[in-house]
């Protein structure tokens, strides 16, 4: 019997926040993520995580990893006005 799995693994990807507004991010990584896939991604805002869903616009290998510009395309209304709150006072 031959079998076959399919599905997505999750992993945390070490990071930093380069840039943030409320529609995206550019984020350096030290893993290439695919343009067009969505991923969920937790950005510590001053010790308070804002939860989001973002799909890779763009990945580029930059020295010491990729610049992974990502857009949002799902946030909870709680985060959304963290974020707001956040870079209001920025």
Do not use: N, W
């Amino acid at each position: 019997m031959k079998s076959r799995l399919r599905g997505t693994a999750r992993a945390e990807v070490p990071g930093r926040l380069l840039d943030l507004s409320l529609g995206g991010a550019l984020l350096h990584l030290q893993a290439a993520l695919p343009e067009g896939e969505i991923h969920d991604f937790g950005l510590d805002l001053e010790g308070e995580t804002v939860s989001v869903q973002a799909e890779i616009r763009r990945c580029r290998p930059v020295r010491g990893g990729y610049e992974v510009g990502v857009e949002f395309v799902g946030i909870d209304p709680r985060d959304r006005r963290r974020l707001q709150t956040y870079l209001k006072a920025r």
